[in-house]
């Protein structure tokens, strides 16, 4: 996935002009001031997140009006008392882009029509039956209809050529039925948004080399981010050069055989490299770090950016700390994180995520979904802008003070997230799935600092897991700032969406333009070292940072690691086994010009900023 950089944007380069049309005239000049200027930031908020009246008007023109909204909706669920209190504090935490809440939130936070403030749910295919494949679909097209997305794992459904009790002789397998999830994908939106799919299956499913290799028929599955979930076993059978043994079994057919590990590693290797699929999940790493695994709320997939392992039923309740907003005296020697305002925002975060599930309890597309998440409490507070963060604080991206820092200042921020989440406990009660003695068992609470485990001891939480990154590309967008845990793109590129009224976007760096204006700087090129960008960072050093930030995230990360065009499958695998051994719950690549999507280079360089 493409992490979405920080920008401000220009005309398009005359070299570029056949690239795309114009822009369209219908983003307002208020709206156009309201982000300096920024075109691509102004239409982002025009086209995705401004509010609009029942026949389609835009009724919202500023950030501000969209704040005020969102900061009173959520507020609502407060205590009569405090409602105004908390809309005030929830407006302090948008103001600036402080927090970029997830983009269902600030779609459905007073909008009149029936969609949901959540971003994505598990769907699970209930059991190997057709009966349980149509009611997937229709449950998911219920789900795209109020705006969700959908994570599902195929691994239930028996595989290619095993008996089935019914006029065909075999099964077609449990790939086979992946179009018919990707067509209900595809066809149902909302508001003109198409829907968002994972499909996951396991590693030892007899159907995981047919998985593996479905999309590079560009006609198959074109609506679904697939992943293969990996086992530890799986990884020492590759490194062994093993054999690795393929299994179904339930009471109605029973397959087994075995292949050589790395016949499904080259396969998984080459998915990567050329076709930017399948990724992979430690899936292992994922159930050991989870602190779901009791009552009924044990993960079986994720989201569809794989930032959120989910029970069944399980949602996406996600919001960003916009960690650019937070640094002080930025690019001097001085350069420092301004801890108390950002302890302030993390609090805040909580409570308002907290808040939308109750502000969300009958807007949910099913009522199992109601029922997750109401019992688990399930939010994910995640991280935007790290790369603008380290570039203020004058450190280098791929360097040893920057994984140092990482580290130290995610160790800092779980504890406040969790502290946070008690107190929550102790005003309004802890979540209805909660187990005292199973929830502090678990390996990542173990890792809280003592002073947050004794209070979660006596007090148990409101949240069954609390933190996440995911890749932010629209909201980062909206916020001029890095995606994610992302380092800066590029310094400059042409940006092209496909979900934008205007198509391509000629896209400058904010921190870029603001340090040469700052001090004086006429040439890219003459640019500090710490401004590296994502293709000037050793994919090793990707790994790294990831494998850094996720020993203090409970859910997962979605971050991708980019590669040059010329990178060879030793590579691809080189990066698998680092991020596996460094305990990472899992890893993308994206070799470059893989997809027709991406962003573009600009052909000028240097170039010049205006």
């Not at 700032?481 to 496909?498: A, H, K």
């Amino acid at each position: 996935m493409e992490g979405a950089s920080s920008s401000s944007t220009q005309p398009l380069a005359p070299s570029r002009e056949h690239l795309g049309p114009p822009a369209a005239s219908d983003v307002s000049a208020e709206t156009l001031a309201a982000f300096g200027g920024d075109e691509l930031r102004a239409r982002v908020f025009h086209d995705k997140y401004a509010l609009r009246d029942r026949d389609g008007n835009i009724v919202e023109r500023t950030p501000n009006q969209m704040w005020r909204r969102i900061a009173l909706e959520i507020a609502s669920v407060e205590h009569p008392d405090r409602r105004a209190k908390w809309a005030e504090n929830f407006y302090w935490l948008l103001d600036e882009f402080r927090f970029i809440p997830g983009g269902r939130i600030m779609h459905a936070a007073g909008n009149s029509r029936r969609v949901t403030a959540l971003n994505c749910y598990v769907i699970p295919v209930k059991d190997d039956s057709i009966e349980s494949i149509f009611d997937w679909m229709k449950e998911a097209a219920r789900t795209y209809s109020l705006g969700g997305g959908v994570g599902t794992d195929i691994s239930v459904l028996r595989p290619r050529g095993a008996p089935v009790n019914n006029a065909a002789r075999s099964s077609t397998g449990s790939v086979s039925f992946m179009d018919l999830f990707s067509l209900t994908t595809g066809t149902i939106g909302q508001s003109g948004r198409r829907g968002a799919l994972m499909i996951t299956i396991a590693d030892n499913h007899p159907d995981v080399l047919d998985f593996i290799k479905v999309k590079r028929n560009a006609e198959k599955v074109r609506y679904a981010n697939l992943s293969v979930r990996i086992s530890d076993k799986f990884m020492r059978a590759v490194e062994e050069d093993g054999t690795h043994e393929l299994v179904f079994e339930n009471e109605r057919a029973t397959l087994r055989r075995t292949v050589k590990a790395r016949e499904v590693w080259s396969d998984l290797i080459s998915g990567a490299r050329d076709f930017a699929e399948p990724g992979v999940i430690f899936w292992d790493a994922v159930k050991r770090w989870s602190t779901s695994e009791y009552n009924g709320m044990g993960v079986v997939t994720t989201n569809p950016c794989s930032e959120i392992p989910l029970e069944p039923y399980g949602n996406c309740c996600l919001g960003n700390i916009n960690l650019a907003r937070f640094v002080r005296d930025e690019f001097t020697s001085s350069a420092r994180v301004d801890w108390e305002q950002l302890d302030r925002a993390l609090r805040y975060a909580v409570r308002f995520l907290d808040n939308v599930l109750d502000y969300n309890a009958d807007r949910h597309p099913l009522p199992q979904h109601r029922e997750a998440s109401l019992y688990s409490r399930r939010i994910g507070v995640g991280f935007t802008g790290l790369g603008d963060m380290l570039v203020m604080l004058r450190l280098r991206y791929d360097s040893e003070p920057a994984l140092a820092f990482a580290d130290g200042f995610f160790e800092r921020i779980k504890n406040v997230v969790y502290d946070e989440s008690v107190t929550l406990a102790i005003e309004k009660g802890q979540f209805p799935g909660y187990d005292a003695g199973s929830h502090t068992s678990q390996a990542f609470v173990k890792m809280l600092c003592p002073e947050v485990q004794e209070r979660i001891h006596r007090h148990g939480l409101r949240n069954v897991a609390l933190l996440t990154v995911p890749p932010v590309g629209s909201g980062a967008a909206l916020a001029g700032v890095t995606s994610g845990i992302e380092p800066i793109f590029d310094l400059s590129y042409v940006r092209r969406s496909e979900s934008l009224s205007q198509e391509y976007f000629t896209v400058y760096h904010t921190l870029v333009r603001e340090f040469m204006a700052r001090f004086g700087i006429e040439r890219q090129s003459d640019l500090p070292d710490h401004f590296v960008t994502a293709h000037q960072i050793p994919p090793e050093m990707r790994v790294r940072m990831q494998a850094a930030i996720q020993r203090h995230i409970d859910h997962a990360i979605s971050s991708t690691v980019n590669l040059p065009h010329d990178a060879q499958p030793e590579e691809v695998e080189r990066i698998y086994f680092l991020a596996w051994k460094s305990g990472c719950k899992g890893i993308t690549v994206y070799r470059d010009t893989t997809r027709i999507s991406q962003a573009l280079a600009l052909e000028c360089e240097p170039c010049t900023v205006i």
